[in-house]
């Protein structure tokens, strides 16, 4: 089965500064991958999502994420972090075209 | 607004008593899922629904019962509370397909006493 592992629990970026959010998956064949944010006491916001084509997908935001077979990746990136994006994100995969598994996320905390 | 509605917002429970959490979606989708969603451990899938009828397990199904007796609705039944399904509890929708994205509830928080 497909999974998505996000190996940063807490990641601190100043504000102004570039992220990046680290999202590593498991699956033989392509994967459907997606990132979300939940800004707190909030449900879930689509960022993007990668199926097919070209490898670097622009979201909202100002986010991108780049698909990167070898790596088994789709981290995500912003080149300059607002107060505004302190937030949780998650990265996910659609397991078997049914489940839509997520990861265990990554709490961004933006410092002045 | 079309989108999904959650009900209650918040509950507090006595252990053993048996609780529905209500969804509901006007999107069409064909999909749902109920997930819960507890500090380090992200969300974790419950059961889900592909299509009107149909169910399945997801990785925490345990304690946990759904019905799709329709494409809007999807209830989640705790027959019988236990403060570890203390949590917050999320539903989505999204049309089944592999790349189509799912739409949130606000959550329903739920403290089992």
């Known amino acids: 089965a497909q999974s998505v592992t996000q190996p940063d629990i807490h990641i601190t970026v100043s504000e102004g500064a570039s992220l990046e959010l680290r999202c590593n998956y498991s699956?033989?064949?392509?994967?459907?991958l997606f990132w979300y944010v939940q800004s707190p006491g909030q449900g879930l916001q689509l960022l993007l999502k990668?199926?097919?084509?070209?490898?670097l997908v622009q979201g909202i935001k100002g986010f991108e994420a780049e698909f990167k077979r070898s790596q088994s990746s789709f981290n995500l990136r912003k080149p300059s972090v607002h107060w505004s994006d302190a937030a949780e994100y998650f990265c996910a995969v659609v397991q078997g075209f049914q489940k839509l598994v997520f990861g265990t996320g990554t709490r961004l905390l933006v410092s002045p | 607004i079309a989108g999904i509605t959650q009900a209650p917002t918040s509950q507090i429970l006595a252990a053993g008593r048996r609780m529905t959490l209500r969804c509901t979606q006007d999107?069409?989708?064909?999909?749902m899922y109920w997930y819960r969603q507890d500090l380090g451990l992200g969300l974790r899938l419950i059961h889900y629904s592909n299509t009107a009828g149909t169910t399945g397990k997801g990785e925490v199904p345990d304690g946990y019962s759904v019905s799709r007796a329709n494409t809007d609705d999807f209830p989640l039944t705790l027959a019988s509370a236990v403060p570890s399904q203390t949590s917050v509890y999320f539903c989505a929708s999204r049309q089944e397909g592999a790349a189509t994205e799912a739409f949130f509830g606000q959550g329903t928080r739920l403290t089992v006493v």
């Open positions: 699956y033989g064949a392509t994967p459907y």
């Open positions: 990668y199926f097919s084509g070209d490898t």
């Open positions: 999107m069409r989708h064909n999909a």
